[in-house]
């Protein structure tokens, strides 16, 4: 499996959430905002790491970021 399509691989947000170091009720809150890009099939709601990522991206322009974030675990 090449790099860009494992970050294209859908994960769930509990999944983001252990990777990135958030916890999965804020990435929720982020996706039910329409913050972070994700889907919601079912009960349960799936990004991707890219997607993730972007959002991380987005916060450092504001401004607004966590110091230590997690580097993704491979």
Avoid: C, H, N
């Avoid at 494992?6 to 916890?23: P, R, V």
């Avoid at 972070?36 to 972007?54: I, M, R």
Wanted: hydrophobic share 30%; net charge positive.
């Amino acid at each position: 499996m090449s790099k860009d399509s494992k970050k294209a691989e859908l994960i769930t947000l509990s999944q983001a959430a252990d990777t990135y170091g958030y916890s999965g009720d804020y990435l929720r809150r982020l996706a039910e905002k329409g913050r972070l890009k994700a889907q919601k099939f079912g009960y349960q709601w799936l990004t991707t790491a890219d997607d993730v990522e972007t959002f991380l991206v987005s916060r450092e322009r504001r401004g607004v970021y966590k110091k230590r974030v997690a580097k993704p675990r491979k």
